[in-house]
């Protein structure tokens, strides 16, 4: 019996910072019912794992690096079949396995949760509905309960000091029924924007792509912690590229910092980034939505506002 | 190449939802109905690939009475035939969904299934990794990008590391994101077309308490923030509000 596993994800040697928040949810758990828990990771990453977790079973695919979805969902159903909570982080691929993973276990799962409480050795699930107009409790009753959480909706755990213990997967092995590439697209070496702490977005109030120096000299004095977004109308213009879009039809974030530059705050927008815990915007009309969930609201000329800011941030 | 398209019925962005007595569900009252904007995508999606490779596109929808007219409107986008599950209330979980989604396209026999990556009302994410499963077939999610050629599929799903491409043979379930394409305006002529098509009805049960929604509530209105004209200043008085309100200044 396992009774708490994380599927990880991991880049290379090392767990992505959202599944280290997934252990940290694990190992609360695990304490608080007095059970064990463990990550199950591919080969590559499972020394790190061993310093992270209690117990790792490590596997080896095909494709080194679990790229593929229905793969890594296969071993995983197999692996966790009789356990009693499986988590992931909400990554396009956690969502992508943990959905794969639940059908071939046919038990439920709620994905993109929030937080939670325990009750008794349930998990009341706290996730939003309707672009985060709604709030919603949620409790599964099927066993194993699979759960995605969103990333950084908690801290990341930190190593414990200890003798690794890894097992290897020595199940059923799977065809690869696709064949699956990954692209690494030239990205700047800023974090995911579902994983910085502070993210600076721009919209069609900076005209142009040619603008967007604007934002990068204010992130230069942000900090490595800082990334870029921007709106739905600056991707479809192709100003920016699509993995930076957050709203309803792009990604959904929760930094500690959002800063909405020339961005009017449609309610398509609002849906993406409603889980940020403070909201700064800079826009020169004094009727635009955004200013409504701001913290904070600058009315007033991008073009004059984030220069300002940069150069206070730098001189702070 | 038959395509089935499955489609939801959600809440428009814009409307207010209210919730009912008992706070477990979001009421009717004042809600505007829209198909889910990525299974709109997936429609359009549908619609190029049947213009190019002949076939028939066949629309599925489960849900209450109203959901007819979600499949109304993509029949006016130009889908060829139109299948509703009914029940009485939209399930709350998506394994009964797909279950019996699934069930209904063995029956119709299709080589492509399209759905929407996520619903925009419950965000479940997971419909189409659950038919990939239950059909036994290859699945692909958050498609952006898809081609089809003499049975064979080439996919591009967005990841945080970058692009997965895909490459697959039909029979097959594609997730489409609504960044795939912009869908169509049905046409005058398509809608008075869709007035006459018949939507095929029938009953399915949907009875599960594997998942429960124990409890809803309205997201707190955030009481005004400070807003301030710019000026002189302004720059230094936001750094030092940062500094105190926040953790990561």
């Known amino acids: 019996m396992l009774p708490i596993v994380v599927i990880a994800e991991s880049v290379g040697s090392k767990l992505t910072p959202s599944t280290l928040e997934i252990c940290h949810v694990a190992s609360m758990i695990a304490d608080s019912l007095d059970q064990d828990w463990l990550i199950l990771i591919n080969d590559a990453a499972k020394n790190e794992a061993g310093f992270i977790a209690p117990r790792v079973i490590s596997y080896a695919l095909a494709d080194g690096e679990c790229h593929a979805p229905d793969m890594h969902a296969s071993i995983a159903a197999e692996i ?26 046919s038990v439920s799962l709620v994905q993109d949760c929030t937080g939670f409480e325990m009750d008794g050795d349930r998990l009341l ?9 709604v709030l919603a409790n949620v409790k599964i ?20 000091r200890q003798v690794p213990v890894i097992e290897s997967y020595t199940g059923k092995s799977f065809d690869l029924r696709t064949s699956v590439d990954l692209r690494k697209t030239t990205r700047s070496t800023r974090p995911d924007v579902t994983e910085a702490s502070i993210v600076v977005s721009g919209g069609r109030g900076l005209q142009g792509p040619e603008n967007w120096y604007l934002l990068e000299n204010f992130l230069d004095v942000l900090g490595p912690d800082a990334t870029l977004a921007c709106s739905r109308p600056v991707s479809d213009e192709g100003w920016r590229p699509h993995h930076e879009h957050v709203g309803q039809t792009g990604r959904t974030i929760a930094p500690d910092v959002y800063i909405a530059v020339g961005i009017s705050g449609a309610t398509q927008h609002i849906a993406g980034i409603a889980g940020s815990k403070y909201i700064l915007a800079i826009n020169k009309d004094p009727d635009a939505p955004i200013f409504r969930i701001a913290d904070y609201g600058i009315v007033g000329d991008l073009f004059e506002v984030v220069p300002a800011l940069t150069n206070a941030i730098r001189g702070k | 190449m038959n395509i089935a398209v499955c489609v939801k019925q959600t809440p428009d962005t814009e409307s207010k939802p209210i919730l009912s007595p008992d706070h477990r569900q979001i009421s009717d009252e004042g809600i505007v109905w829209i198909i889910n904007p990525h299974d709109e995508s997936a429609i359009e999606v549908a619609i190029g690939l049947r213009d190019q490779l002949g076939g028939l596109v066949t629309l599925i929808s489960v849900g209450p009475n ?27 979980d998506q394994k009964m969904t797909a279950e019996v989604l699934a069930e209904k396209i063995r029956s119709l026999g299709c080589e492509l299934v399209l759905t929407g990556e996520v619903a925009i009302d419950g965000c479940g994410s997971q419909v189409p990794q659950r038919l990939g499963v239950l059909l036994d ?35 097959s379930v594609i997730g489409i994101n609504r960044r795939i394409m912009e869908p169509r305006y049905p046409s005058f002529k398509g809608i008075m077309k869709a007035k006459r098509k018949a939507i095929h009805k029938e009953e399915v049960l949907l009875n599960s308490a594997d998942l429960l929604i124990e409890s ?8 005004g923030g400070k807003v301030v004209e710019y000026q002189e200043g302004t720059a230094e008085e936001v ?11």
Do not use: W
């Open chain 2, 137 to 171: 077939c290859p699945c692909v999610t958050g498609v952006e990008e898809l081609s089809i050629d003499s049975g064979q599929f080439t996919a591009r799903q967005p990841v945080e590391q970058g692009d997965k491409i895909h490459a697959g043979s039909l029979p």
């Open chain 1, 141 to 160: 009753n099927s066993c194993p309960q699979l759960v995605s959480f969103r990333p950084r909706s908690f801290p990341t755990t930190s190593p414990l």
């Open chain 2, 239 to 249: 750094v030092k509000y940062l500094q105190t309100h926040t953790t990561v200044f």
């Open chain 1, 80 to 105: 966790v079949a009789s356990s009693q909570l499986v988590m992931m982080a909400a990554t396009s691929t956690g969502k992508d396995v943990l959905g794969r993973v639940a059908q071939l276990l």
């Open chain 2, 66 to 92: 109203q959901v007819e007219s979600a499949l109304r409107q993509g029949l006016a986008m130009g889908a060829d035939e139109a299948i509703q599950l009914h029940c009485s209330e939209m399930p709350i």
């Open chain 2, 216 to 223: 809803l509530m309205l997201t707190p209105k955030k009481s």
């Open chain 1, 125 to 133: 699930l706290k996730r939003e509905m309707l672009g985060g107009k």
